[in-house]
């Protein structure tokens, strides 16, 4: 059993408007935590590649925010596998401020697919091992079912080499990035994040022009990410 733990402190550049902590750098600390840890066990998409000729890939991140901490606001940062089936790893991520409040709280699924096939690998296959998790799970993190289509095209967003991550596919924060620029700046001086839902379902590369589909209703605003017919991400925000 690990659990990562990190210190760190709301820098300038991941705040907001607000010098709040902007959601696209809480989805990053999400995101960095869970890669840290699977790195702290050994099983890091690095190794995954080398050692298992597979790779783990986010499948869904769901992050709810109680709190969103001030520029300079200091707070700690856990991780750990919370759950595991024969195909995924759902790993918890809770940030804290130094007082143990809790500012934010996420649950990110995790698949490996084997470099050569493409099929999902299980999970003891790259070297995962039910010892490593820590069953104790966080309340409010299930993930949901999303509706197949929504609204039409908000925008089309080409990809380009700076949105890359090292496998050279769109890097998983700049699918949000795109959904957030559909905003206008107004948007955020009024409204707070409450939830951020993503499911990630393919992978986009540089040169290619995605559309942006985006539909509002009472359980608030539903992405579709496609290109050309194909879906590749979806996700829903909820705003107070």
Same mark, same amino acid.
């Given at each position: 059993?690990?659990?990562?733990?990190?210190?760190?402190?709301?820098?300038?550049?991941? =705040?907001?408007?607000?010098?709040?902590?902007?959601?696209?750098?809480?989805?990053?600390?999400?995101?960095?935590?869970?890669?840290?840890?699977?790195?702290?066990?050994?099983?890091?998409?690095?190794?995954?590649?080398?050692?298992?000729?597979?790779?783990?890939?986010?499948?869904?991140?769901?992050? =709810?925010?109680?709190?969103?901490?001030?520029?300079?606001?200091?707070?700690?940062?856990? #991780?750990?596998?919370?759950?595991?089936?024969?195909?995924?790893?759902?790993?918890?991520?809770?940030?804290? #401020?130094? *007082?143990?409040?809790?500012?934010?709280?996420?649950? &990110?699924?995790?698949?490996?697919?084997?470099?050569? *096939?493409?099929?999902?690998?299980?999970?003891?296959?790259?070297?995962?091992?039910? #010892?490593?998790?820590?069953?104790?799970? *966080?309340?409010?993190?299930?993930?949901?079912?999303?509706?197949?289509? =929504?609204?039409?095209? &908000?925008?089309?967003?080409?990809?380009?080499?700076?949105?890359?991550?090292?496998?050279?596919?769109?890097?998983?924060?700049?699918?949000?990035?795109?959904?957030?620029?559909?905003?206008?700046?107004?948007?955020?001086?009024?409204?707070?994040?409450?939830?951020?839902?993503?499911?990630?379902?393919?992978? #986009?590369?540089?040169?290619?022009?995605?559309?942006?589909?985006?539909?509002?209703?009472?359980?608030?605003?539903?992405?579709?990410?496609?290109?050309?017919?194909?879906?590749?991400?979806?996700?829903?925000?909820?705003?107070?």
């Amino acid at each position: 059993m690990e659990i990562y733990t990190k210190d760190s402190y709301v820098t300038g550049s991941m =705040c907001d408007g607000k010098l709040k902590l902007s959601v696209l750098a809480a989805d990053e600390i999400v995101e960095n935590a869970v890669t840290e840890l699977m790195g702290d066990l050994g099983i890091d998409g690095i190794v995954a590649m080398e050692r298992y000729k597979a790779m783990w890939l986010i499948a869904k991140n769901n992050i =709810c925010f109680m709190r969103r901490p001030v520029w300079r606001e200091e707070f700690t940062v856990k #991780s750990y596998i919370s759950k595991h089936s024969v195909v995924k790893l759902n790993l918890d991520t809770i940030v804290e #401020s130094k *007082t143990g409040e809790l500012l934010l709280k996420a649950r &990110t699924e995790l698949a490996a697919i084997d470099l050569e *096939t493409g099929k999902i690998r299980k999970a003891e296959t790259v070297g995962f091992d039910p #010892s490593m998790e820590n069953p104790v799970q *966080t309340e409010g993190l299930d993930f949901s079912r999303f509706p197949k289509t =929504c609204g039409g095209m &908000t925008e089309s967003v080409t990809v380009r080499s700076t949105s890359l991550d090292y496998c050279y596919h769109t890097n998983n924060i700049e699918y949000v990035r795109f959904m957030l620029n559909t905003y206008p700046v107004d948007h955020f001086k009024t409204h707070e994040p409450a939830q951020l839902e993503i499911h990630y379902a393919s992978q #986009s590369f540089e040169g290619e022009v995605l559309s942006i589909m985006k539909e509002s209703d009472d359980s608030g605003d539903q992405f579709h990410v496609l290109r050309d017919s194909q879906e590749i991400t979806s996700a829903r925000i909820r705003w107070e």
